[in-house]
C-alpha cells in the first residue's frame, strides 16, 4: 500500500466561492463580492490585474443594480451544507479543506467584537463534518479579506492589517480548538504576484509610484501575520498542525540553452521565495539582487526578523494544476499558456483543457519531489483538478469520463512521488462540488464530483446531481488510492 492509512483524501472548497448569503446574518462584504462574471479570462485580468482596482470601481459594483457577482450566491452552501457534507460523505471523505469567510466573523475587518452569527454557522459546518469523521481543514484567508480593510486601510500594504488579522486568527483558534486541527494561513499567498487586489486587498488609491516596492512591502506583512497565526494556533489548540500554501509553478526550461535554464531557476526563486521565508524562517540571500533591481526597501521593524524565524509553518501545501516552460527571450510567435493567473510559455508535448491548463501529471510528481527535498516537512495537495464544461443529461447523470481519465493521472502523479520517498498527507480534489470560478466568476468551469444546476447568471433549481467521477472517487479513497 502506497498512501499511509491515515492519509486524508477529500476535497477543497472556498467559502466566497460556493458559501453565497454574502449579506445574510451580519457577513460584511469582501473582495470576492466585488468580482463580477466575466465571459473571458482576458476581460478578468483586463479588469482585476492590469487595470486594478480603485475605490470608485469598488463602489460602482457594490451600486451596481444590472451587473451578475456570482460570488455573492455562489452554490448556497449556506444554506445546502447539510446535504452537500453528507454527499461528501458518501465518498468517504476523510477531510474537507473549507475556507472561514473572514467578514462573516468581523465584518468590516477592525471591529471589538465578532459577529456570533458568523461563529456559529462554522459551528454547525464542523459540526457537521465530524459527525462524519470528516476532519474540516480550515484556509484562514481564501482571497476574501473583508471589503472595508481594503476601502479604509489598503488591505495587506498597511501593517495594521496584521493585527486584524491576529485578532481574527486568535478568534476562530479560541472558538473551533476542538473541532478543527488543520489550519492554513493563506490560499496561494505568491499569487499576489499577479494581482496586488485578489491576493492584498489593494486598492490603486493606496499604491505609490513604484508597483513592486508596494507588492513586496504587503508580502511582508503577509508573512508577519502567517507567523503570528503559527504563534497563536500552537498556543491556543492543542496537536495543531498550521501550514503554508503557494500556487505551485512548475516550469521547465523551453529549451537546453543555458539562457532558458537560467529563466528557469530565476523564475522557480520567484515562486519558491514564499516558501524559503515561512518554511526557513528567514528572507533568502537570492530575492537581494531582485531587490536592488526593483529599487525595493522592505520596512521591517524591531523583532519582525525573530517573529519569522521562530514561527515557521508546519507543513507546506500547494495547488497544481499546470505546469509551463520558462523561455529567456519570448516575442510574439512564442505561444503562451494560460492559467488562472500562473501563465507561462506553451509546452509542445502536453495536452490542454478547454480552458487552455496544460495537463501534467508528471510535473506533479516532480513538485512533489522537488519540494520534499527541499524541506523535509510534510506536504499536502490542497487543490488539483479539472475544469470542464459538463453536460447533465435528461435523466440527471453527468458522464464526466475526461475527469476520471485527468485525476486517476494525477492521483498516480502523487503515487509515484510518495513511492520516491515523499511525506505526503494529503489531498483534496479542487470544488468537490462545483462551485463559481475563482478567477471568471462562471459556473460553466465545473470541477466536482457534484453537479449544481445553476447557470453563470445563477439561475437554476440548485440542485445537487452525482456525477460518474462520485463512484469513482468513492472506490479511490475505499482503496486507499490502490484502486484508481
Ligand atoms: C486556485 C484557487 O488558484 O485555482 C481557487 O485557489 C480556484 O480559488 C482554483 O478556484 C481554480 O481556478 P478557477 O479560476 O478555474 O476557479
Redesign the pocket.
Known sequence: MTFSNDFLWGGAI?AN?CEGAWNVDGKGPSIADTAPYFKNKQDYEDYVCFHMMSKDDVFDCLNDQEGCYPKRTGIDFYHHYQEDIRLFAGMGFKVLRMSIAWSRIFPHGDEEEPNELGLQFYDKVFDECLKYGIQPLVTLS??ETPLGLALDYGGWLNRKTISFYEKYVKTVFERYKDKVKYWITF??IN?ILHSLYVGGAILKEYTSNNLDQDCFQAIHHLFLASSLAVKWGHEIIQDSHIGCMI?RREAYPATCHPEDVLQCLDEDQMNLFFTDVQLRGYYPRYMNRYFKEHQIVIHKEAGDDELLRQYTCDFLSI?Y?MSVLSKKHIDENTEIAVG??VNGVKNPYLESST?GWQKDPIGLTIALRELYDRYQIPLFIA?L?L?EKDVLTKDHKVHDDYRIDFLRDYIQGAKDAVEAGVDLFGLTV??CID?V????SEMS?R?GFIYVDVDDLGKGSYQRYKKDSYDWYKKVIESNGEEL
Open positions: 472556498a466561492q481564501h482571497y490560499n496561494e499569487v500556487a495547488s494544476y488562472n493567473l480552458w487543490e483538478g475544469g479542487w470544488g462551485i470560478s475563482m478567477s471568471t468551469k470541477y
